[in-house]
């Protein structure tokens, strides 16, 4: 298990900043997965977000949990349209299916890669990589 994809799963809502030109973009999102060692987001790619990934793949991410320790992931966000990740994805959140199917080309699996984290909480600050 990934360590930040357990803290961003036990926040339950965390945030993403994208850009949009030379304007910050921030959105909530409820949902991350794990696939063969990556961590993963869904999205549509008819939604801004997306569009704004596929522009500049650079994003962060940030998140508070109930303790109120807090974490900021920088990473590049990278779509991965293989079917197996979509079906993976689909399988692991059964509401999706309620939206999309395997072969919807609208249906973005974003791998976070290269992220920095870091975690602020009781214990003091760590920084981990994935």
């Not at 965390?14 to 696939?35: C, H, K, M, N, S």
């Not at 790619?45 to 650079?58: E, F, R, S, T």
């Not at 900021?72 to 966000?77: E, K, L, Q, S």
Request: hydrophobic share 40%; with cysteine.
């Amino acid at each position: 298990m990934n360590k930040a994809a357990d803290f961003l799963r036990d926040a339950g809502v965390f945030y993403i900043a994208t850009t949009d030109g030379d304007q910050a973009r921030v959105r909530p999102f409820g949902g991350v997965l794990e696939f063969d060692g990556g961590v993963y987001i869904v999205s549509d790619k008819q939604k801004d977000v997306v569009k704004q990934i596929l522009a500049n793949p650079k994003v962060e991410i940030a998140c508070t949990n109930a303790d109120g320790e807090w974490m900021r992931i920088t990473a590049c966000a990278v779509i991965d349209d293989r079917p197996e990740v979509k079906e993976w994805a689909l399988d692991e959140s059964p509401f999706l299916r309620k939206l999309h199917t395997v072969d919807d080309p609208n249906f973005a699996c974003i791998r976070l890669t290269g992220a920095k984290c870091k975690l602020v909480g009781g214990l003091g600050t760590e920084e981990f990589k994935f």
